[in-house]
């Protein structure tokens, strides 16, 4: 069974950090492009971060650049979102999305599109004081 499991959500100050971790199992995720995305309530999800599959090309959004780093260990079969400077409006359920990307879309399309087959349960990342 395919399967992608977030964790390492939870409560946080403003300007403090936290590491979302995105596990995989019933597949390998070398040769997939990994997405993080958000939803906070009453508003659209969002792409946050997305990293192709060799790791050598990644994508922000504007809302995140320079506060989030997005990483992957394929050996571990695991993607990483490094979440620093964390502000109130932070605050949303974050998912990470796998999709093989055969139609080699840009790491910028694949976030924007939310273009993805498989996705995660969502951790919780509440930011307040």
């Known amino acids: 069974q395919l399967q992608l499991v977030e964790s390492g959500g939870g409560l946080v100050q403003p300007g403090g950090s936290l590491r979302l971790s995105c596990a995989a199992s019933?597949?390998?995720?070398?040769?997939?492009?990994i997405g993080w995305f958000r939803q906070a309530p009453g508003k659209e999800r969002e792409g946050v971060s997305c990293?192709?599959?060799?790791?050598?090309?990644?994508y922000y959004a504007d809302s995140v650049k320079g506060r989030f780093t997005i990483s992957r260990d394929n050996a571990k079969n695991t993607v990483y979102l490094q979440v620093n400077s964390l502000k109130p409006e932070d605050t949303a359920v974050y998912y990470c999305?796998?999709?093989?990307?055969?139609?080699?879309?840009?790491?910028?399309?694949?976030?924007?599109?939310?273009?993805?087959?498989?996705w995660g349960q969502g951790t919780q990342v509440t930011v307040s004081a």
């Open positions: 999305a796998a999709d093989v990307n055969s139609r080699q879309f840009s790491i910028r399309a694949m976030c924007t599109m939310s273009l993805y087959d498989y």
């Open positions: 019933g597949f390998t995720l070398d040769y997939y492009v």
């Open positions: 990293i192709s599959n060799s790791g050598g090309d990644t």
